[in-house]
């Protein structure tokens, strides 16, 4: 019995020295860095964990968000990698458009490895979408037509040449065994402005996100023909067909995550993937990942830096394939 109490007493113990260390490593002033202004996807990234992760206690204390304009977040990489490398506090916001970029060496000197990828939360997915009065209405018929007339589908995209959208352009193109060099692609200012193009017969086919193009295509104002997603997506897009299934290799999660300092210590490194990993777990997180228009979506830690970097050696191939 006394055994039995020492080894209860022990295990008690233990616990008590883990919480402790937990606590401990906990930021005494926790921030996380948006690399762009106030309102776009990496402010809601930075929204999404300031919310949850004070909503489910694992911040004693209220996050600040603090904005860092310029390159699409290249700016706020190269200050954190100078200025922050050991900031235990700071956590930075990123996207799939992150490694995009540095996969085309948009951030400067530095590569992936500059940083230490601590986990993505959450992610829309790529659709190919067109108008609702248009004659396709599988992803099938609209690759057999693009393959035999190119130059008679221009492509819009909310961003420009080398974005995401564009990349999600060059993949139809791909599919239908064309050169995507040669795609006729019509750079727009955001998903809306994609929207009306379609809509106003300008254009045949809009490159998007699920979250952007769900609305208008419940409404009949568009049809989301392939949602670039491992399997359908749940809601209003129960009904649309993965490209996967229509038999084309198309994936294109568009992640949101967060990383930190190359030199940040292993404690604090490994505080803030135990912190995500016990936020992401929680109905409260779902409801907030949900009210920003993100799918289930969790990569912690080790996985999610083999993820990122798996994603750049992708994106440099499909980089140079189109011509980039």
């Known amino acids: ?147 035999a007339s190119p130059t008679e589908f221009p492509v819009a995209g909310g961003g420009a040449v080398g974005s995401q959208d564009w990349m999600k352009g060059t993949l139809l193109a791909k599919a239908a065994g064309q050169d995507a060099k040669k795609m006729r692609y019509v750079a727009l200012e955001g998903g809306g402005a994609v929207l009306t193009a379609l809509e106003g017969g300008h254009v045949k086919v809009g490159s998007g996100d699920a979250a952007e193009m769900v609305k208008h295509h419940v409404a009949g104002k568009v049809r989301i023909l392939a949602v670039m997603a491992p399997e359908r997506l749940p809601g209003e897009l129960a009904g649309v067909p993965t490209a996967k299934e229509q038999g084309y290799d198309i994936d294109w999660p568009v992640w949101r995550g967060y990383y930190v300092g190359k030199d940040v210590s292993d404690e604090d490194y490994n505080w803030w993937v135990e912190a995500l990993k016990k936020t992401t777990a929680t109905p409260e997180f779902a409801k907030e990942r949900e009210a920003r228009g993100l799918f289930d979506f969790t990569l912690l830690g080790k996985e999610f830096e083999e993820r990122v970097h798996t994603d750049v050696a992708r994106f440099k191939i499909l980089a140079k394939e189109a011509g980039m």
Request: proline share 3%; aromatic share 8%; glycine share 12%.
């Open 1 to 147: 019995m006394t055994r039995m109490f020492t080894k209860t007493l022990t295990g008690a113990a233990l616990m008590v020295l883990a919480m402790t260390a937990f606590a401990a490593a906990e930021p005494a002033k926790p921030e996380c860095l948006a690399g762009a202004k106030p309102g776009g996807g990496f402010d809601l990234t930075c929204r999404l964990a300031a919310n949850a992760l004070l909503e489910t206690k694992q911040i004693s204390r209220p996050m600040a968000v603090t904005y860092m304009e310029g390159g699409v977040g290249a700016v706020a990489y190269n200050h954190v990698i100078g200025k922050r490398g050991k900031d235990g506090n700071l956590i930075t916001a990123a996207s799939s458009g992150s490694a995009l970029l540095i996969a085309q060496g948009k951030f400067g000197q530095y590569d992936e490895t500059a940083v230490r990828w601590l986990g993505a939360v959450g992610a829309d997915y790529g659709v190919l979408v067109v108008a609702a009065n248009s004659p396709y209405k599988t992803l099938g018929e609209l690759v057999e037509a693009y393959k």
